[in-house]
């Protein structure tokens, strides 16, 4: 059986679409299943080797016939009103891509209310910019369309950060594990979350990033990952860390008597601003490393409320 040739243009699309997304923007393509009406791959933003985990759908057009109908420096594409509910109802992101075959370019456009048209008939038209060719000029467009809307970005991250307040809501104490590179002009370093079972043990992990925070401070910056918590220090780490650190810098040691000190640990510990988020050890110069603690706050206690009444329904307000 031959082949026939839409398919033979539909497959090259696809590929010279996973090619510029790989070769030109650096990012992930993913093939979406067939099933996934509307919707043929995905690409995920990575930043220098760190994926994030923001995503973008794609919908991808190839051949000719789709760059018949020309307009203003660029060409109109008419979706169906099936697709149009579809794409802007989509927990991601939508960009069409328009792939011709004849100059081997893949030209794009987000599918939101501002690209959207209506037509005199009721129906929808999209236009896609000659000029918006998917190359590295692509890359911040796409990376911040992938960041979505802000009020819609806050409240994803309080949805999928849900489990963990749930967790500290429960009583279980939550750590978060940082190691900062200090002498990477990068800021490259990573962070864990961890639960403290309090049994003597490292935290049990339930997460963990790569980071890239450039100059930024590491001490100022970790903590508003977790907006619905207050993080502190770690007190049991930062005791037994900087207890080691004083007896080195203020006891006398003597083979025949207890080591001796002119200043008490407590008063040598109220030299150090123990209210600050600081580093309880360095590794050879290059890793500093904290542990900081988190309790849940205002925000987070107002979202499991606010996420307990959409699951449950009922009334938050009686009389």
Known sequence: MRRKPSARVAEEGVT?????????????????????????????VVDGEYVRGRLLALQIKSGTSWFKETGPDGWWFRPDRQHVQYWTNHSLPVAVVLYHPETKRCHWQLV????????????????????????????????????????ELRLRELRLAKPWMELLASGKRLVVDMEEWVNKTSGRGDIRLGVDNEDGEGPEKLASWGVILGLASYA?????LFAWADAQVHPETYDGTEYDQYRADCCIWDEEYEPFAEVTFEEWKRRLDTDRIRPYRNGGGEVDFYRLELTLNELGKAFLVVDRFAMEGGRLLTG
């Open 220 to 224: 100022e910056v970790v903590p508003k």
């Open 16 to 44: 010279h679409t996973r090619q510029a997304i790989q070769d030109e923007l650096g990012w992930v393509f993913r093939d979406q299943p067939t099933e996934d009406y509307g919707i043929d791959a995905q690409t995920e």
């Open 112 to 151: 939101n209310r501002e690209t959207l048209a209506k037509t005199s008939t009721g129906g929808w038209k999209l236009l896609v910019p000659e000029g918006q060719v998917l190359d590295a000029s692509a890359r911040e467009p796409l990376r911040k369309a992938a960041d979505g809307d802000p009020y």
